[in-house]
């Protein structure tokens, strides 16, 4: 068979794996946008199906054999070879896991689901901990079968999201970044704190608001849709279908903006993403770490800049009228820093510190170390002494994220690589563009998200984050980019300058 012959059949049937996964998005979204709570047993059994079904497509022999004769054939394109590579590392780890442990996990993960929905609402997290449990030891179980026992075992789930990130790496990253934020958390104790934006913000505003704002920066409508969920996610559905959601709150007009705005920057890179290599294994996302970056670059360096606040603030006027929120009270109520509870609505500064904390505790679980039992009181522990705060309830504590409930045990991290990738990105994109603040002043998306869509979308998965990365910036420490970029802005507000070395 020709290197063309080979390539289409791997393509074929590489596109049915995409269409079954196309249709676990749309059952992922129904679920957690309007599927009854009654529907949660059933559902559980259509994804374990859909995933039993899906792995044995994928790991078929023939899928292994058409990966060799094409990694043996001397002339790949370069798309092509890039596909391969990508390919073939998925199918070596899948084809260690036995059908049935697919299956099981994927009925646990759905059960979990409907579980901690209704554990957060009770705030009740003993309730939570027996389907929690199992999907952590049914992870744990994965793991173990794609490394072997000399290996970390978390590392296995870390390059489930992020290939090349290692536990050892993270760790030593996030120590160094945890000491220069406690610097800045020091330096401004006792400075006087922004005011915040006192509600309410009727909802039904804020929902046209967001459909104005999300349409204003450069999401296709016509390719995705707005919907509320208990936790924003975004879910790419296919070629066409790009869809996200946020969650509202009456009295915090800033949660709910900062979330939409957050989905809007992954939608616009999976819309982004090249159409022509669909299918092929290097059109979707080079890492969640990569893909966190364009959501965290729309959230923070754009949408808490002074100029997007000058943007926003006659549009809040529209949507409210009366409240009379100038531009300078915006940004500077966007821009609090404080020790605070809920990951989701942290402000720059601390964000990285609720990440440190889950990153711990996973670590510690997969080491043995931590029962998930003892969870929460590890987690709140935890809180007291990373982030400065304890919950008092689990619904604000070890019950506010949806992503362990959901399987994705390792994701956490890819966060914080997004923060230091944006800080990188927004760096350069300020020397390339010097007056990029006046762009964002007017409302001049197109050209910020044209220099995202040569720089990153369009790379699709042709090599992985950090080339892609490094290609785009140049050789730059992200550590010190984001606390640079951190001093810059908020010690400004605060009135504090960053302490010599």
């Given at each position: ?29 129904d679920q957690q946008t309007h599927m009854p709570s009654g529907g949660a047993a059933g559902r559980a059994r259509q994804n ?454």
């Amino acid at each position: 068979m020709s290197t063309e012959k080979t390539w289409s059949e791997l393509t074929r049937r590489y596109g049915e794996i995409r269409a079954l996964d196309s249709i676990n998005g749309i059952l992922q979204w129904d679920q957690q946008t309007h599927m009854p709570s009654g529907g949660a047993a059933g559902r559980a059994r259509q994804n374990a199906v859909l995933s039993a079904l899906r792995h044995e497509r994928w790991t078929a022999p023939v899928i292994g054999e058409l990966l060799s004769t094409l990694e043996a054939a001397g002339d790949l394109t370069a798309e092509q070879a890039a596909g391969v590579r990508n390919l073939r590392r998925d199918w070596d780890r899948s084809v260690k896991l036995p059908v049935e442990l697919v299956e099981r996990l994927a009925r646990a993960r759905a059960g979990a689901f409907s579980a901690w929905a209704a554990a957060k609402e009770a705030d009740d997290f003993e309730s939570f901990v027996p389907p929690l449990s199992e999907v952590f030891e049914l992870t744990r179980e994965m793991s173990e079968r794609m490394f072997t026992d000399e290996d970390c075992l978390y590392d296995a789930l870390l390059a489930e999201f992020d290939p090349g990130t290692t536990a050892a790496s993270l760790n030593s990253m996030f120590n160094r970044l945890a000491g220069e934020l406690n610097i800045f958390l020091d330096t401004i104790e006792g400075c006087p704190t922004p005011p915040e934006l006192e509600g309410p913000f009727p909802v039904e505003g804020q929902r046209a608001f967001s459909q104005e704002l999300i349409q204003r920066i450069g999401y296709d409508l016509s390719r995705g849709r707005l919907d509320e969920a208990e936790h924003p996610f975004t879910v790419g559905i296919g070629t066409g279908d790009v869809r996200i959601t946020t969650h509202l709150y009456e009295h915090d007009l800033l949660s709910g903006m900062g979330g939409t705005v957050h989905e809007v920057g992954h939608a616009l890179y999976e819309q982004g993403l090249p159409d022509a290599l669909t299918g092929t294994g290097a059109g979707g996302a080079a890492g969640m770490g990569l893909h966190e970056s364009q959501s965290r670059f729309w959230e923070n360096f754009i949408g808490r800049s002074l100029s997007f606040s000058e943007l926003v603030a006659p549009m809040l006027e529209q949507h409210f009228p009366g409240r009379g929120i100038g531009p300078t009270a915006l940004y500077q109520a966007n821009n609090r820093v404080r020790r605070s509870l809920i990951r989701i609505s942290a402000d720059e500064v601390t964000y990285n510190l609720h990440i440190i904390v889950r990153a711990r505790l996973e670590q510690a679980i997969f080491a043995g170390d931590l029962a998930v039992a003892d969870l929460r009181g590890a987690w709140d522990d935890a809180y007291a002494e990373v982030v400065g705060v304890r919950p008092d309830n689990a619904r604000d504590g070890v019950l506010q994220d949806v992503h362990w409930a959901s399987g994705a045990i390792g994701y956490f991290p890819s966060y914080t690589i997004g923060n230091l990738y944006a800080a990188s990105l927004g760096a350069k994109l300020s020397d390339e563009m010097p007056d990029i603040w006046d762009k964002v002043r007017a409302g001049e998306f197109a050209p910020i998200l044209g220099w995202l869509r040569e720089k990153i979308h369009s790379r699709g998965h042709l090599a992985d984050a950090p080339e892609i990365i490094r290609d785009a910036v140049g050789d730059r420490d992200p550590v010190e980019d984001l606390v640079s970029y951190l001093w810059g802005r908020h010690g400004r507000i605060y009135g504090v300058s960053r302490p010599s070395a």
